[in-house]
């Protein structure tokens, strides 16, 4: 199970000494095709790195051959030389493939502002191409930085699948999550297409994850599709299969959220309008009081309220309706059943909120707020 799944897709991992520990921290993902449609989504922070700056550009014609990928550094806020060792590394790979440069997406992961070795790099993707086989399993490893185990998946179509990878652990918010993801298809899919999968996608499962509130310079999706199962599923039955794919790999990222006790689904119910129903969700998705109440195991839902009235959405704030793991504690902004009767030590916890303004609803992924969180963000540069 993993992103050589799909026909006509090869994978490869090396340890190229970014990471002091000498662990595996590159990867190397190519689309053999027949075909070589892609598409890609990136983080929309307004500060982004060399890798981002410079894969925008890759994608804007819809054909990617290959990914590459490192983790030990983010390559962000590193100058120009930054952005020349990112170009170097893609020319490399494309020299490898017999490509050019311009169809290589690039992606790094780690500390901002470290230099990235760019001959450490170069010396990487020489050992890449020459193990490019079934290593995915492989490549999901290389890219982890703070994770503590790798994300994959595989779904399967009526004679195609699609499979992914996904690293990400902390500073998982919109939009994207701090993240990596390689998503591959052996499905004949053309680029408009991918896009349109793509962005219905990642926009109700990576854009609905929001661990912790912090939004990374970094973050890259990108899908390729070979074409080498020469199957053409149509568009609702292959975005359908990519949703599962990426709700899938966004659970497990929340699963891996540094130090987290609860993974918390928070699930707005009748509201105007969908983008209402993620506005007020993100709200409590978003409150340090909420998310610290839930690691003590305090079902307080007045800062459920409290979070919600601090949005934009629709409502009636003397008629709101609030549930903790099924249990109605607040009808009608008022208490309702005793808190006592919510048990909070499972490490799956729901709050459905009843908005009563119209008929859309949303949910949004978080996590409570634990000491293992602060302590490990407080060193992680050290």
Request: aromatic letters at 4%; hydrophobic letters at 40%; a negative charge.
């Amino acid at each position: 199970m993993s992103i050589t799944t799909p026909a006509g897709f090869r994978a490869a991992a090396t340890a190229a000494g970014l990471k002091s520990t000498g662990a595996t921290d590159m990867a190397l993902v190519v689309n053999d095709g027949p075909t070589h449609a892609s598409a890609s989504v990136f983080t929309s922070n307004r500060c982004k790195a060399n890798p981002v700056l410079w894969s925008q550009e890759v994608v804007k014609d819809g054909t990617v051959r290959a990914v590459v990928l490192n983790s030990g550094g983010a390559n962000c806020y590193t100058g120009a030389e930054g952005f020349q060792t990112t170009h170097a590394v893609a020319e490399r790979v494309a020299e490898k493939l017999g490509a050019g440069a311009i169809d290589i997406v690039v992606c790094s992961t780690g500390l901002i502002g470290l230099t990235n070795p760019r001959q450490n790099l170069l010396d990487g993707v020489d050992v890449l191409a020459d193990g490019l086989g079934e290593h995915g399993n492989a490549a999901a490893e290389a890219i982890m930085t703070t994770d503590s185990v790798s994300k994959q998946v595989v779904v399967e179509g009526p004679g195609w699948s699609i499979g992914g990878m996904a690293k990400g652990a902390g500073m998982l918010a919109p939009q994207l999550a701090t993240m990596l993801v390689v998503l591959t298809t052996d499905a004949v899919v053309g680029p408009d297409d991918c896009d349109t999968a793509l962005r219905a996608a990642t926009r109700v499962s990576f854009d609905r994850l929001d661990s912790d509130g912090c939004m990374s310079t970094n973050d890259t999706v990108t899908l390729m599709a070979s074409g080498a199962s020469g199957i053409t599923p149509s568009l609702e039955d292959f975005t359908e299969a990519l949703q599962r794919a990426c709700v899938d790999l966004a659970m497990q990222l929340l699963a891996d959220a540094e130090g987290a006790d609860h993974e918390i689904a928070i699930t707005v119910l009748n509201a105007v309008t969908e983008d209402e129903a993620v506005e007020a969700a993100r709200s409590v998705a978003r409150s340090n009081l909420f998310k610290a109440a839930v690691f003590g195991k305090d079902p307080n839902w007045g800062r459920v309220l409290a979070s919600l009235g601090t949005t934009d959405a629709t409502f009636d704030p003397a008629d709101l309706d609030v549930a903790m793991n099924g249990v109605w504690v607040c009808r009608s902004s008022t208490p309702h059943e005793p808190p006592d009767k919510v048990d909070l030590t499972a490490r799956d916890v729901s709050v459905t909120i009843d908005l009563k303004a119209g008929d859309a609803r949303a949910t949004v992924w978080t996590n409570d707020l634990t000491h293992a969180y602060v302590h490990e963000n407080s060193a992680y540069s050290s």
